[in-house]
């Protein structure tokens, strides 16, 4: 019987070992049977853990820079999208929109991430603050890779997505490739609305513990023969009983560590859970002053911002070369086309310059025209071309949309001009890069301009003119008469009204025509530029409100009156 309690007792001193061992290298540090911890010391795999995401925070802006607030604002599940050709979503145009989706990302696993957005636009990625993929100014492509992340399995790191649709099919889908992963889609259940990193997940939702593995049941005592009878039992000697003693000691030594080791490995878990706490503060903070100044940023852009530009005549300066915007007529190489029909001089905020200018109307639709003063031509992109690095023109108005600009505020008193056809901006490059230009906005410094208004000199009769009076309700008169193609056009306006002209020629079809606006009461002129066209007779129709008043043109050539072909007439 002694035997067998000392037997006893030596095994659970083994036992005890064994689990110290097993503390030391990680294992639980409870006590369970020896078989069962040669089981639970063997390798499992890891449940990924399943989020309880709902989506991210989607801001969808109905121009292309998100500008101002959001026309919509809800939680996209997941950033999979093929809109085509039409809108997100009703009150959003087709072309020339944006998003910017925000929120919490968790990772199934601990490991390096890598980030792929599929899109032929503009895409910009942010993972805790630090941008990883930005597109804004790379060439057009499907695919677009972003850099690797190291992201912690249970940990919600912040994300932000901005896109931004020119015109055309507008799609995006935002994957990730993970540890031991192929290329897939962002599964809404790791995807979180804006809060806070520290947020727990809904009730019932929790990491997985890995399951405590059953205790190994130990194997059935093999069945005992029966001994044969055996002589009355002689008493023990009292000899082994000192040994008994010192395996008790053991044991109760081995207790004493593991629970040492326990306190240790809690103290640990304590001081690490410290740590967190205090870097999911400082992340708190961080997030709250990323918001603030957004925040002030926004606040700052729409309180030094116009709703609107107002209608005249104003001179526009590029913010980095300082040059005002100038255009050459490529029909009249030798001159400039903006030089004004009387003395070519404006008032600039009291003072004398010849700077170029422009007239800017409102078309009531948020866009405008460039509108050369003295002239019926405005600045538009050339050849309706949608190209980055597209030259700038002159031409005829004729409700183009590449005549069409969108002026906006940027920064600072600037502003930037947007062509209604590309959605590209008015770019001033120098000499060597080709000048002026259309390129995709990107916020530089060369795509902002200053709008000085200016107040244009009174107008008054060229040399030369007539002073009799003209013909017509309108007092319409041309000089010269016969011209070589650089014709005076003098008339008076009642009240402010509409008006606009017309020429014809000898088989009664247009070969140049006016817009048709208001202008102001008072006596008026224009210097009309009709060198090019073949000497002959042509009939000058001016249109004033509902009256219609006609006058015979006779054009020479330039060598009938010895005066170039390309001279502006002033």
Known sequence: MRRLILCSLVAGLSAGNAQMVGAAHGTALHPKPLAAFSEASKARPIVPWQGAGSGLTASYYTNGTLAGAPALRRVDAAIDFNWGKGAPAAGLPDDNFSVRWEGLLAAPSTGSYRFIAQSGDEVRLWINGKKVLDTWEASRGSFRAA?????????????????TDAEGDAQIQLMWVGPGQAAQLIPTAYLYP?????????????????????????????????????PAPVAPAEKPEPKVAKAAASVSKAETKVAKAETKAENKIEKAESKVEKAETKADKASAKVVEAEAKSVKATTANAPAVVAPGVYV??????????????????????????????????????????????SLGNGYYRLLVPGNNKVLEVLGSSTSNGANLNLWTYYSGNNQLWRIEPTEHGYYKLLAKHSNKALTAKDSIEGGLQQWRYSGKENQMWTLQAVQAEEERMPVGMPGRPGIGANNMSIYPNPSNGIVQLAYTLPAEIPMGWVLYDQRGAAVRVSDYRRRPAGNHHQTLDFTGLPAGDYNLRLTVGATTTRQQLQLRSSSAQGVPATSNGN
């Open 147 to 163: 850099s690797s992340v190291g992201l912690a399995a249970g940990e919600k790191a912040t994300i932000k997505i901005e896109y």
């Open 194 to 230: 804006l809060g806070s990193p520290t947020t727990p997940d809904p009730a019932g939702v929790s990491m997985p513990v890995a399951a405590t593995p059953a205790p190994t049941t130990p194997a059935a005592a093999a069945p005992v023969q029966a001994a044969p009878a055996a």
């Open 316 to 361: 526009l300066t590029s913010r980095t070369t300082r040059k005002p915007l100038e255009v050459i007529d490529p029909s009249r190489p030798n001159s400039r086309a903006y030089q004004q029909a009387v003395a070519g001089t404006v008032a600039v905020d009291g003072g004398r310059s010849s700077a170029p200018q422009w007239r800017i109307e």
